[in-house]
């Protein structure tokens, strides 16, 4: 039998008569002691007698289960009458109903939390969602073959016989197209070499013109989102959001968060921005679980809280968005009086029913590391651990829900800077074991693990901010020693093309340990 009600459920403030004395709750299915009148709910009352004294908690008179009298009637009336939220109310029902009429709405409410009947799915959605979730939205939902009609897994379709034959049969059809063309081609060239190599030329002028022109079209649609972080020399958290234009070579303030906030992940979820937990303390007394949004295709964009928060209280973490799902991956919290690494990789679904769950833990427990998505895959790399600064890596594969050891880097980092490049990640200065600030780039690939030295910054950086545009890498602030007692505003990029560095426009505000993201604009919107 459950205890008493949670006072914050119901509608308005509970008169303290109507409150257990052992679980301070509103009374469920009120019970009085044999001389006094002391109200207590019966599953608490008889817990105290079986358990612990027989005795009234309050008057200490004598009391034993059988000489308890139910309360009288006027007050359970009285509580019945209670106004209170369902059960489910943080799941989304916002029915408020009379006490008495809870269980038969609970019973019916499409709001209960129902597990996905699909072999292999261990979701657990909405009543009312479930059997669209069933049938559309699960990925081990059964389907049909369309030739064969063998049902199986939808996760399954792709490998199946059918399909694997009918994608085999269209690559013979585009093989013979292809040596059909050169064919041609061949028949061409012995007819007019001379011909030929023109033509050779003049597509090789229109293809350099082509990249010319696609990189200014991108050029022109991208911007630099830079978001929050920490003033060292004004010792505060900076709530303050500027954007970069790589075409105007500009800086532009924006909106400012709700809520002030460094060591925190931002991530782009359907033309959305969406900035996810972190720290509001210079101390670092503690982490946030909320998530703010910014609506790119709002006309008078601002800062809006998101429809759920983080499954967890943290900060120093990292996020990736992988499909209609948000993984939050380590960072620190305080589970207890104090601040601990986590090793801990969280789900939470970004669509309704919202729902949450920790799908994997690392080898290693770790903050402030980097991360990168690789199709499947996410790279985990760096970061602190119970011991300082760490070399190690692992990677995630999300499909088989497993962290697998990857080779270490080169030595220890932590407190970088990450951003992905093709097939590679590129880790930006940090701080190793020792309290060294590093001026430089490391690449690392996911692959094969190799890693090596691909650059030298002119300025040693940590807790700096970075994003990889149109062959373009570009770092953000952060400071440049320990220990750090003012952060930087400039910007420098680097171009892979011409293999150069280029100081660019400084921000308007120095910033440590802030968020960068790249934003695509389609330049006919603009």
Not at 87 to 96: K, L, M, Y
Not at 101 to 128: I, K, M
Not at 312 to 340: D, M, P, Q, T
Not at 494 to 508: D, E, H, T
């Amino acid at each position: 039998m459950a205890e008493g009600f949670d006072t914050n459920r119901f509608q308005s403030t509970v008169d303290q008569s109507f409150i257990c004395s052992i679980c301070l709750d509103v009374l469920r299915d009120p019970m009085q002691c044999e001389n006094n009148e002391h109200y207590f709910c019966s599953c608490c009352i008889k817990k105290h007698l079986e358990k612990t004294s027989l005795s009234c908690p309050v008057c200490q008179q004598k009391l034993t289960v059988e000489t308890l009298r139910k309360a009288p009637r006027i007050i359970s009336d009285f509580v019945s009458r209670l106004k209170i939220n369902c059960d489910h109310a943080e799941r989304g029902c916002d029915v408020v109903l009379e006490l008495e009429a809870l269980p038969r709405h609970v019973q019916d409410c499409e709001y209960t939390p129902v597990h996905c009947s699909n072999e292999g799915c261990d979701d657990v959605v909405n009543r009312r969602d479930v059997k669209q979730h069933e049938t559309e939205r699960c990925r081990f939902k059964t389907i049909s073959c369309d030739d064969c009609r063998e049902k199986m897994p939808y996760n399954k379709y792709e490998t199946h016989g059918c399909v694997l034959r009918r994608d085999f049969d269209e690559m013979k059809k585009d093989l013979a197209a292809m040596k059909s063309t050169q064919h041609e081609i061949l028949k061409e060239m012995k007819e007019g070499r001379e011909q030929m190599a023109k033509m050779t030329v003049a597509i090789e002028n229109l293809t350099r013109s082509c990249r010319n022109v696609n990189n200014l079209v991108n050029s022109i649609g991208c911007e630099i989102f830079v978001i929050g972080g920490l003033d060292i020399e004004a010792k505060k958290i900076v709530s303050s959001v500027e954007k970069f234009s790589l075409f105007n070579q500009t800086w532009a303030p924006l909106p400012e968060l709700i809520t002030p906030r460094c060591h925190f992940a931002a991530v782009v979820f359907q033309n959305q921005i969406l900035v996810c937990g972190g720290s509001s303390s210079r101390l670092l007394r503690n982490g946030l679980d909320s998530i703010e949004v910014f609506d790119l295709n709002n006309h008078t964009p601002e800062w809006k809280h998101f429809s759920v928060n983080l499954p967890v209280k943290v900060a120093g973490h990292k996020c990736v968005v992988y499909g209609n799902r948000l993984l939050i991956i380590g960072g620190w919290a305080k589970l207890s009086e104090y601040l601990e690494h986590l090793d801990t990789i969280y789900e939470l679904l970004l669509v309704p029913p919202y729902s949450s769950k920790l799908l994997c833990r690392m080898k290693k427990k770790r903050a402030y590391h980097g991360v990168e998505l690789f199709d499947d895959k996410v790279l985990i790399a760096g970061g602190n651990g119970c011991i300082g600064a760490q070399s190690d890596v692992e990677l995630f594969d999300i499909t088989r829900n497993e962290c697998v050891e990857m080779p270490p880097l080169p030595s220890p980092v932590k407190t970088l800077a990450t951003v992905r490049r093709d097939d590679t990640m590129l880790l930006i200065g940090g701080l190793d074991d020792k309290k060294n600030v590093s001026n430089k780039v490391i690449q690392y690939d996911h692959k094969t693990g190799k890693s090596e030295v691909l650059l030298v910054m002119e300025t040693q950086l940590i807790g700096c901010a970075a994003v990889f545009q149109e062959n373009m890498l570009v770092v953000i602030g952060g400071g440049n020693k320990v220990p750090i007692k003012k952060g930087i505003n400039e910007v420098n990029g680097y171009n892979f093309s011409s293999r150069s560095w280029k100081k660019l426009p400084s921000m308007n505000e120095q910033r440590y340990l802030s968020s960068a993201i790249v934003v695509k604009r389609d330049i006919f919107q603009l």
